[in-house]
């Protein structure tokens, strides 16, 4: 079986997206990239991609870690994660969100929203974390949705670096 993430780079299932030996519970910060099953344009349903950016607040409170940067698009969902004092890792986080913004799709759709896990990348320094800040808002303006990141609804920073 083979996928795509967010940006079309195709893996393989047998392809490990994880870091070997890597404690995805550390306090890192994360670029996450998660897919919409079968790449589908689903978050161009404004009540769904409204509610989704809601299903990504209520559970930031619940689990307590920090969103500095995110941007929903019509097939995929960009996320800039620090776990911070949740005591979760990266994975319960991501299927967190997954399921309770599954229960959100519920509403108005049916059948599966989200492709099998996610894609991540740990943020190495403050240059990484600038230039994934920057490739995030800048993502519908190079997908020729918007002229300007802030014209794109779904677009965000919740949280900043202390």
């Not at 990348?121 to 949705?145: G, Q, S, T, W």
Request: net charge positive; with cysteine.
């Amino acid at each position: 079986m083979t996928t795509r993430d967010g940006d079309g780079d195709v893996y393989t299932r047998r392809d490990s997206l994880r870091l070997s030996g890597f404690d995805y519970s550390s306090r890192r910060i994360y670029f996450v990239t998660i897919v919409a099953d079968k790449r589908l344009r689903v978050f161009l349903d404004r009540r769904l991609a409204d509610a989704l950016v809601e299903c990504l607040n209520i559970i930031r409170e619940r689990l307590r870690f920090y969103v500095y940067s995110y941007c929903l698009m019509p097939d995929h969902l960009h996320m800039l994660l620090g776990l911070g004092e949740s005591g979760r890792s990266l994975g319960e986080i991501c299927g967190a969100f997954k399921s309770i913004s599954t229960r959100a799709y519920w509403k108005w759709h049916e059948g599966k929203l989200w492709q099998r896990g996610y894609f991540d990348h740990i943020i190495r320094n403050e240059e990484d974390f600038a230039e994934c800040v920057e490739y995030i808002k800048m993502n519908p303006v190079r997908k020729n949705l918007v002229e300007t990141w802030e014209q794109w609804p779904h677009t965000g920073r919740i949280d900043y670096l202390r």
